[in-house]
């Protein structure tokens, strides 16, 4: 204990170690001095021994880790350590790349060299984001039977056609690894999702499968990267995607319970019976066109009925139209299938065709169900447009603590992470540990020297909309001709990030780049390029932009990040806490979500120990609210301002 009372970022976490390990503390330093640039972490080691004595004890544990901890090495060595095999589930994909490209083979250089054994870690995908060696061969197949009546007749050819060429290199099969640009459609037409698949026993290409291949190496791993959706969806068919284990870490754990929510959803779009309808006619022909037509109607009438409801909460009451539409389907589709399957076509056309009226009989039946039986706590039901511009029916339970419960608390040893843990997580997820706070590592960044809050004086945006509009402008151009560019602008809408970009482009002679102008990389690569330019974007950059130096001095956040009414899951859940608190659903879950965002969007500015700048939120309510304090309890310890020569001599 000599040692914490050395180390005052990890007095807070001290109780909670029982083991002081001599073997992982050297490990962990020795690593440390590997990585370039390293800057000293005490925080990290805390947090190693702390996952090391959960792993011991087998108990779960939960860490909030601060930006700079390197939370990645301090719960993946501890593990390698001790030789136990564990998952590690993320919500996004640049955290998974960082650990496959940088932290996993540092930590196997010295597993493999210190302890003298092999270690070995595998990213493990969903089955859609490998390719079908099945679809692929259809697709050569046309190009000699004549394509205009083939499952490819509606994609880009000459996009299947490299993918063809590229089958014959690949190792993986893995999208990732494409070095050229591919439609959605195009990857759709050459990939299957696990239902669309045909089996083991009617697929003469599955030895040859990549996505299988991938689960049979999972079997033989240390590691296991995987995103949360499929180790959600891994939980609830009993572990056959990811193969035995007894440990898990959920990192970027703040986004768990809406990730694990989503997964366990049914959704229902019309696009679904339009591909049935278009496929099934090129194989039966004009034989049965009446049932075709019949599929087809149902799709123009599910798109109308559910365009009705767009935006809108779908329950008995006013799903009328949408169930009446259901009801026909199910019988329209069951015949159709029927013809498809007792017709002279290819069978492997045949069997595609007839999957996919399967799958989309069991999800129809499924909202028929929810829908005609009344009124229900457990789950909600909405509807949005889908990446595809179609409308999409979502059904989501409103709680998965009890399916977590059974299928993760009390099977596993678990680990959740994450740079911010809302403060309401471990009770909604129904985490069983004594102590409802997460274990809290500081930053080693110094805030008070390296950072200033700046929350000017403004109208409330929730209150005088036209009035704070015209500000945020002027106080947008003030301050990044203050920082001479550098600066993250962050937005709520895309309404407001189109509006003030056109106005900064006008008023500023500095590069602004701004969202959908170019995909996320390119515009974060060209931004950390330019020192004087500015990057506008929206929730999409409140995470996942780690750009250290001068490029980065300045981030503004238009307004408080609270969710939105279109976030419907999100909504439901504050409407049902609500119910059981007299009405303090919005503080209960709106405010931590909002707090959660803007921390989120804080971190982006100190990701180096030289690292200085200015977080500006443009939104009185951070200050001047009731529930201030909130916001500013949980971000470190800034010197906060509402004077802009402050920000002048900073």
Known sequence: YDYYDSHPLLKKCAILIIVYNDKLVDSLQSLASLIQDSEERPGQIGMALAVDSSILDNEHLVVEAGTGTGKTL????????????????????????????????LLKRHIESQENRSFNFLAL????????????????????NGRQESFFANNDLN????????SKTTESGDRSDITFSIKESTWDAVSVTKRECFGKERCSFYESCFAVKSRQKSSKVDVIVANHALYALDLSIGGHLVGPHDHVVIDEAHEMETSFTKAWSITLSSGRFEWLATHSKRLIGEKYSDAITNITELAELLTKNMTQHEGQWVHTGNAGAILETLELAESRVERLNHIVRTSNGDERTKLRITNAGDSLLEDTREVRLFLSTGPKLSHVAWIEFNNRHKPELNISPLDVSEN?????????????????????????????????NPLRIESPFNYKKQSLLYCPEMPDPSKDALHWQELVVDEIEKLISLAGGRTLCLFTSRNELRRVTEEMRNRLDLPIFMQGEKSSKELLREFA???????????????????PGPTLSLVILNRIPFPGPAEFLVKAWSQQSSMNTNGFGWRDVELPIGVLRVVQATGRLIRKKYDSGVVAVLDPRMTRSDYGQKFLSSLPSMPVTENIDDVEVF
């Not at 079908?132 to 000699?144: I, M």
């Not at 996009?159 to 590229?166: A, G, H, L, Q, T």
Request: hydrophobic share 40%.
């Open 74 to 105: 301090a719960y993946l060595l501890p593990f390698a350590l001790r030789g136990k095999r564990v998952v590690v589930a993320t919500y996004t994909k640049a955290l998974q790349d960082q650990m496959l490209k940088s932290d996993l083979p």
């Open 125 to 144: 995908k969903g089955w859609s984001n490998y390719l079908c060696n099945e679809r692929v061969d259809d697709a050569e197949n046309s190009k000699s």
């Open 159 to 166: 996009e299947i056609d490299r993918i063809i060429e590229w």
């Open 404 to 436: 977590l419960k059974e299928h993760l608390w009390e099977q596993k040893q678990a680990v959740l992470t994450s740079a911010t843990i809302q403060t309401n997580l471990i009770d909604r997820l129904g985490i069983p540990i004594d102590d409802k």
């Open 529 to 547: 390029a330019n020192e004087k330019s500015s990057l506008f974007g929206t929730r999409t950059f409140f995470q996942g932009v780690d750009i």
